[in-house]
């Protein structure tokens, strides 16, 4: 049987110029003729698909119309829904059943338009991940071509988004969404996140949203259970890390998205100690739900004016409350296929929370009444009354105790059994030992005769329990050991800080450089100790000059500091000052001139090269020994000249002088 041949889709501009009589005429006869080749055997529905250009011409044509938004919003009929799952069989057994696919329904902007129009399909995930498997994205013409155009667009961007980039980034967002083996092909090299990540920083505010949606899709294709790239993942993050900054694509995808919490769950293997580091730095960026910040709702005070109406005098938003248009707009912003309603409807869900609805939009994870709801629909279809967030009065705390659910509790307890105080007031323990056993009160009575209350007991007046604080048994205190292991790491970080200075320095370059890793094995100090410590040495003049003195012999080249000076000076051995008080005696009667070589000035203040000061000195401490001993020998000395030397001297000074003093 020969079917007729499919007309092309007609565009948006020419269905409204079709009577709704005749269109939906057309649309039942595609229907028609989608089901006639689908009922037809393999091997004549590949044929059929080789010989019959115009399949592929319809198929090309519709999903190019109904992937745009207007389009989309307009397809809502019973018959509208049936052409668009035809259309879905159709394609799905062109690429699974037809041996040679037509290269048009491998080109990326088709496969791009598909994504579109079946978002919310799982058969379209299926198809393309069969698709994938079949055909490989690397040995796609089409696709290299299509992300090297990518790439020039992001470098070409400006300030406003260009139609032909606002076009590639839905059909991308939308690919993105249903394979993963999409974000591995753009994942690729490193020229389409560094490209990404440049049109962020001098992006508007609109395209880095979407370009936040399009890295964290590409990074999350990465972590995909079923053909995981784990080391190509962690390659991109450091190297985005290490060209971050204040406003930076990483952090804006760390902060907004939930690639963290996906990263530690699904990260294992050496892979995630490789990655603990960058985990631990990309914390940093992530947005905590206590501490994110309010905004701050200013108050005006009335002025007396009324609602604003529409066009028609009615209030178009009734039944919306204005704190919501804002939250609308952004997740508009984001997800420009959705409507207004369907929008409202998200909110009313996920309690107002933009970020909540955002990750399980990108996760598809919607509840099953919203999987399935129409989502181009606009706010005035809908008829829901919302009102803002109030906050819930939080439940009383419920108290809990051993006794509940007992029979006081249940309130089932027998009345006799309750009594106040003891039960039995005559009872005593005499009576008690009369009513137990003979062996029991036997038992009771030897053990008292055994007991011995004159023998002696262990002294347990140092117990843990009776000293009634913690006994230290850990032998030497720990600060001993703190300062050796601080002193061994001074010694060589100041030396490493001589010889190399730039293993201090504060770059993502220097803390993955063999010279950091060493010094960090070595120390056992962090990269921000590490760090620190440089800093704190360049700020203190006085700190660098006592390590610089303390390790002048080992900064050298020297095995080691030199602790002590010995001092240079003669002293008498120790058998000369065990005899001093004699030798104090024999020299007292020395005088003042420079006698011979033996003698010296004396022994008293000996100057001489025989006798000299003995080793001490009589401003010394008190306590020491060899004061003591240069004490006595002056006083030795002034016995027997008294104070004779000093009044002649004196009398000499006055008559060189000329006058008395």
Request: aromatic share 6%.
């Amino acid at each position: 049987m020969n079917l007729p041949l499919f007309a092309p889709f007609p565009p948006a501009n020419l269905q409204k110029d079709i009577v709704p009589e005749e269109w939906q005429l057309c649309l039942d006869s595609w229907i028609l003729l989608a089901k006639g080749n689908l009922l037809l055997p393999s091997k004549e529905f590949s044929l059929k698909i080789v010989q019959d250009p115009s399949i592929i011409a319809f198929l090309l044509s519709y999903v190019t119309e109904t992937s745009t938004s207007n389009a989309s919003s307009a397809i809502h009929t019973a018959s509208a829904r049936s052409l668009r799952r035809e259309c879905f069989l159709l394609v799905h057994r062109i690429l699974t059943d037809v041996e040679h696919v037509p290269s048009a329904l491998l080109d990326w902007t088709f496969l791009g338009n598909l994504s579109i129009v079946y978002a919310r399909s799982e058969s379209l995930r299926g198809l393309l991940e069969i698709l994938c498997d079949r055909e490989s994205l690397d040995d796609n013409t089409s696709m290299r071509e299509s992300k090297a155009c990518f790439v020039r667009l992001l470098e070409a961007n400006s300030d406003e988004i260009s139609p032909e980039l606002d076009v590639v980034l839905r059909r991308a967002g939308a690919l993105l969404k249903a394979s993963y083996h999409y974000g591995q092909f753009l994942m690729l090299g490193s020229d389409f996140l560094d490209a990404l990540s440049i049109a962020f920083e001098e992006g508007s505010s609109l395209f880095q949203k979407r370009s936040t949606i399009i890295g964290y899709l590409c990074l999350t294709s990465l972590l995909d259970s079923r053909r995981p790239k784990f080391s190509t993942l962690i390659d991109h993050l450091y190297s985005l890390n290490a060209a971050s900054h204040y406003d930076s694509l990483l952090k804006s995808i760390c902060s907004t998205t939930p690639l963290l919490p996906k990263m530690r769950h699904r990260l294992s293997g050496p892979e995630s100690e490789r990655a603990k580091e960058l985990m631990l730095q990309l914390a940093g960026f992530e947005r905590s739900k206590d501490g994110k910040p309010k905004k701050l709702v200013s108050r005006k005070t009335s002025k007396g004016k009324g609602k604003i109406h529409d066009e028609y005098g009615q209030g178009a938003l009734r039944n919306v409350h204005v704190h919501k248009l804002s939250l609308v707009t952004q997740l508009q912003d984001l997800f420009p296929d959705l409507g207004s309603g369907f929008v409202v409807r998200l909110l009313d869900e996920y309690d107002n929370d933009p970020e909540k609805v955002t990750a399980h939009l990108l996760d598809d994870s919607l509840p099953s009444h919203l999987k399935y709801f129409n989502r181009a629909e606009d706010l005035n279809q809908t008829s829901l009354l919302h009102s803002p967030p109030s906050e819930a009065i939080p439940p009383l705390p419920v108290r809990h105790n051993v006794f509940d659910d007992d029979a006081f509790d249940r309130l089932t307890i027998s009345p006799s059994s309750v009594h106040l105080g003891r039960a039995n007031a005559s009872l005593t323990a005499d009576n008690i030992l009369s009513t137990r056993p003979p062996s029991s009160k036997a038992a009771i009575l030897s053990a008292l005769a055994a007991f011995d209350s004159d023998s002696d007991e262990r002294d347990d007046t140092y117990d843990v329990e009776d000293v009634g604080g913690t006994v230290d048994s850990a032998g030497p205190a720990s600060d001993d050991r703190d300062a050796d292991l601080r002193d061994g790491n001074e010694e060589t970080l100041f030396t490493t800080f001589k010889r190399s200075p730039e293993v201090f320095e504060r770059d993502a370059a220097t803390r993955r450089g063999k010279g950091r890793a060493a010094l960090k094995s070595e120390t056992g100090m962090t990269d921000e100790a590490l760090e620190g410590w440089a800093i704190m040495i360049g700020r203190d003049p006085r700190r660098l000059r006592r390590l610089e003195a303390k390790f002048s012999l080992l900064a050298a080249g020297g095995s080691g500091g030199q602790r002590e000076l010995a001092a240079t000076s003669y002293r008498e051995s120790s058998a000369a000052e065990e005899d001093s008080d004699a030798v104090a005696g024999d020299n007292s009667h020395v005088g003042r001139g420079r006698g011979p070589r033996g003698g010296g000035r004396g022994a008293g203040r000996g100057r001489g090269r025989g006798g000299g000061r003995g080793g001490g000195d009589v401003a010394g401490p008190t306590g020491d020994r060899e004061t003591q001993i240069a004490r006595q020998r002056k006083d030795a000395g002034k016995g027997s000249r008294a104070n004779h030397n000093r009044r002649d001297q004196r009398a000499r000074k006055m008559a060189r002088g000329g006058f008395p003093g």
